[in-house]
């Protein structure tokens, strides 16, 4: 397990690189956003059981692609494809949109379109829920319980962890702390922003010892969506530059790679993929659950991006034979 000086001091790090930079479901996830407003649940993080973390969470970067529709249907409502961000892993590699959009921050008229694209951040922790608003009906037999955390309130926990006066880990087994996520409003969103540590120590009881004994502790990367493959780097180039040009979401070209949320079943034919080999067949990668309305989702946390403006929107078609210009 890090210590608190070593966490603070990736922190520290992290921090700094970013201010000098420019640019299926799972009942053991505790639905936080489903409270109602004025409610909050009392939560006590544990360790990642990955030992190699410095952190005791891990972090998910997610790309949303809105295609207009799908292809060969009459309903022609807009549905949404999450991919990972590959750059994630952290291993190096580089992430083809995101490759594409930072330049879109160059021109003023594209920024929407570059926030539009942009990789969405979310945290995974895990650990005990302690007050419990939701009444759940059901919860797991193992009740360490797995938490989607948004940018919101990541930030008033990675706060609390720079403060000097903090001694101990939230974690620590004996002089820890909880945490209380406070559900209100603001402009029609779900907003977490009063949440807070509980100001004192609790030592874990000895039911919650004994659920860390018997089940242990996840390791937190296991949830993170599967690392794509070469070919699917390549689909996920493909989806994205038919998202831009406002294309319907084509079944047989990458149903058997990603898919929109809700579509259980791989049914397109691979041969018809202008990308993938036919004998390539990688899952979908989507291991979180479905993002719901911003009023309730974990997605709310987040700031509002601008919404886009008529003009940009209007640009998509030069972006294509930008992005296919540099390809030639």
Same mark, same amino acid.
């Given at each position: 397990?890090?210590?608190? $000086?070593?966490?603070? !001091?990736?922190?520290?790090?992290?921090?700094?690189?970013?201010?000098?930079?420019?640019?299926?479901?799972?009942?053991?996830?505790?639905?936080?956003?489903?409270?109602?407003?004025?409610?909050?649940?009392?939560?006590?993080?544990?360790?990642?059981?990955?030992? !190699?973390?410095?952190?005791?969470?891990?972090?998910?970067?997610?790309?949303?692609?809105?295609?207009?529709?799908?292809?060969?249907?009459?309903?022609?409502?807009?549905?949404?494809?999450?991919?990972?961000?590959?750059?994630?892993?952290?291993?190096?590699?580089?992430?083809?949109?995101?490759?594409?959009?930072? &330049?879109?921050?160059?021109?003023?008229?594209?920024?929407?379109?570059?926030?539009?694209?942009?990789?969405?951040?979310?945290?995974?922790?895990?650990?005990?829920?302690?007050?419990?608003?939701?009444?759940?009906?059901?919860?797991?037999?193992?009740?360490?319980?797995?938490? =989607?955390?948004?940018?919101?309130?990541?930030?008033? =926990?990675? &706060? /609390?962890?720079?403060?000097?006066?903090?001694?101990?880990?939230?974690?620590?087994?004996?002089?820890?702390?909880?945490?209380?996520?406070?559900?209100?409003?603001?402009?029609?969103?779900?907003?977490?922003?009063?949440?807070?540590?509980?100001?004192?120590?609790? *030592?874990?009881?000895?039911?919650?010892?004994?659920?860390?004994?018997?089940?242990?502790?996840?390791?937190?990367?296991?949830?993170?969506?599967?690392?794509?493959?070469?070919?699917?780097?390549?689909?996920?180039?493909?989806?994205?530059?038919?998202?831009?040009?406002?294309?319907?979401?084509?079944?047989?070209?990458?149903?058997?790679?990603?898919?929109?949320? &809700?579509?259980?079943? $791989?049914?397109?034919?691979?041969?018809?993929?202008?990308? $993938?080999?036919?004998?390539?067949? *990688?899952? /979908?990668?989507?291991?979180?659950?479905?993002?719901?309305? /911003?009023?309730?989702?974990? *997605? $709310?946390?987040?700031?509002?991006?601008?919404?886009?403006?008529?003009?940009?929107?209007?640009?998509?078609?030069?972006?294509?034979?930008?992005?296919?210009?540099?390809?030639?």
């Amino acid at each position: 397990m890090a210590s608190l $000086a070593e966490i603070r !001091a990736k922190l520290q790090e992290s921090q700094n690189r970013t201010s000098g930079s420019t640019g299926g479901g799972d009942n053991a996830i505790y639905p936080h956003w489903n409270m109602q407003e004025g409610k909050e649940a009392v939560v006590r993080f544990l360790p990642d059981g990955n030992t !190699a973390n410095t952190f005791f969470w891990v972090e998910r970067a997610m790309i949303k692609l809105p295609f207009a529709g799908i292809k060969g249907e009459s309903d022609n409502r807009n549905v949404i494809v999450q991919v990972p961000c590959v750059e994630m892993y952290n291993d190096g590699t580089t992430c083809p949109i995101l490759s594409e959009v930072r &330049g879109w921050f160059k021109d003023k008229s594209l920024e929407d379109m570059g926030r539009k694209y942009w990789k969405k951040r979310s945290y995974i922790f895990q650990g005990f829920v302690t007050e419990d608003p939701l009444k759940e009906e059901t919860t797991p037999e193992n009740p360490i319980r797995r938490f =989607i955390i948004g940018p919101q309130i990541f930030q008033i =926990i990675k &706060g /609390a962890l720079m403060d000097p006066e903090l001694e101990e880990l939230p974690t620590d087994y004996m002089r820890g702390v909880d945490f209380r996520i406070k559900k209100t409003s603001k402009g029609g969103y779900a907003d977490y922003s009063t949440s807070q540590w509980s100001r004192r120590e609790r *030592a874990l009881g000895d039911d919650e010892k004994a659920a860390i004994d018997a089940h242990g502790l996840f390791n937190l990367n296991d949830f993170l969506p599967k690392k794509p493959t070469e070919v699917e780097l390549k689909v996920m180039k493909e989806m994205f530059e038919a998202s831009v040009d406002g294309e319907a979401y084509d079944m047989d070209k990458w149903g058997q790679y990603f898919r929109p949320a &809700g579509m259980s079943q $791989a049914t397109g034919d691979p041969n018809k993929s202008t990308t $993938a080999p036919a004998q390539t067949s *990688a899952p /979908a990668t989507e291991t979180a659950p479905a993002p719901q309305p /911003a009023a309730t989702a974990p *997605a $709310a946390e987040a700031t509002e991006a601008p919404k886009e403006t008529s003009d940009s929107a209007n640009r998509a078609q030069d972006i294509l034979a930008m992005i296919r210009n540099r390809q030639q």
